[in-house]
T-cell receptor, first 114, second 114 residues
Framework: GESVGLHLPTLSVQEGDNSIINCAYS??????FIWYKQESGKGPQFIID?????DKRQGQRVTVLLNKTVKHLSLQIAATQPGDSAVYFC?????????????FGKGTKLSVKP | DSGVTQTPKHLITATGQRVTLRCSPR?????VYWYQQSLDQGLQFLIQ???????AKGNILERFSAQQFPDLHSELNLSSLELGDSALYFC?????????????FGSGTQLSVL
């Protein structure tokens, strides 16, 4: 079946630097993408989403970029803080697809060094 | 705090046994989702209920079943447990029945099958 994957399983950044977490998706019919953050011992927490009619969306310190041509999604975190240390998941959904539910990638672990 | 409550937080049991995991959705949310998270499979969608009725089914084993009660809380029943069923089980809720909407996750139940 089609799946969502990640380029980098781990990412280590210095506090204050910008972080970029990448995600590749394979289902060209996917038209909705979400980033979730999961801290140790907690459930995934919604960060930001983007629909396929957009290529960029900004939140507070986070930006999601969508490149439909190469089926690539990225999450940029500005001025990364120790509290950003977590596992980040991208997820995709297809409104007309047979599954219809969110399909999560494996996750990227972000470690922020003080 | 997501507003989604899961009990128990931890569960240790033996192979062949049966357990029930409980979830209370956010106030006002009608949809409840169950996910299984393991190191090798990541976050796998199991099943979704909307207002008491099954809405979508994922990779849920026949040994597993779920239901949503009139007060909207949900239970996930796992029977004939095997070692491989050890995982984190998350419940999530959302306001509508769309299977691709932003989800609010609970803190999960860590199941250990010995």
């Amino acid at each position: 079946g089609e799946s969502v994957g990640l380029h980098l399983p781990t990412l280590s950044v210095q506090e204050g630097d910008n972080s970029i977490i990448n995600c590749a998706y394979s289902n060209s019919a996917s038209d909705y993408f979400i980033w979730y953050k999961q801290e140790s011992g907690k459930g995934p927490q919604f960060i930001i989403d983007i629909r396929s009619n957009m290529d960029k969306r900004q939140g507070q310190r986070v930006t999601v970029l969508l490149n439909k041509t190469v089926k690539h999604l990225s999450l940029q975190i500005a001025a990364t803080q120790p509290g950003d240390s977590a596992v980040y998941f991208c997820a995709e959904a297809s409104y007309g697809g047979s599954q219809g539910n969110l399909i999560f990638g494996k996750g990227t672990k972000l470690s922020v060094k003080p | 705090d997501s507003g989604v409550t899961q009990t128990p937080k931890h569960l240790i049991t033996a192979t062949g046994q049966r357990v029930t995991l409980r979830c209370s959705p956010r106030s006002g949310d009608l949809s409840v989702y169950w996910y299984q998270q393991s190191l090798d499979q990541g976050l796998q969608f199991l099943i979704q209920y909307y207002n008491g009725e099954e809405r979508a089914k994922g990779n849920i084993l026949e040994r597993f079943s779920a239901q949503q009660f009139p007060d909207l809380h949900s239970e996930l029943n796992l029977s004939s447990l095997e070692l491989g069923d050890s995982a984190l089980y998350f419940c999530a809720s959302s306001a509508s029945r769309a299977t691709n909407e932003k989800l609010f996750f609970g803190s999960g139940t860590q199941l250990s099958v010995l």
